[in-house]
């Protein structure tokens, strides 16, 4: 197939930083529980919760929003706190606006570093693939909310 037809330019390497809000408590939450744990699991496997995560350019969540990060994640692991993530990063600022990447891939949270693969992508993403690096910035245990940073890594046209 002719990538001119397809309107695709050279590929390129792009890498930007986010900040994702994973927000279970409160009066607003931003990752719901849909499937509840197994009662008699310490992994919580089997619990699926469905995500609409802000992502931003800092680690506040007052910081810039630039997209938001939608999808679900499964506990999956019976040894270990380990989710399989399935999210597209929607993006709603700057020159990705409308464009998005999808991760999909197995995230064992407390790992210092877990690494996802970009999967594909729309817009200005189309035909993307890549990985993102996972490491989290804050984490309260009290309330279940995170702040993980993402390095994306997209090859794209």
Known sequence: MDRKLLGLKKEKLSHFRLYWH???GGRNPTAVP????????STAFGMISVIDDPLTMGPQLSSKMVGRAQGFYVSASQQEVGLLMAMNF?????KYNGSTITVLGRNTVFSKMREMPVIGGSGLFRFARGYVQAKTHRFDLATGDAVVEYNCYVMHY
């Open 90 to 94: 929607a993006f709603m600022e700057g």
């Open 22 to 24: 994973d927000i279970v």
């Open 34 to 41: 849909v499937v509840p744990p197994s009662s008699n699991s």
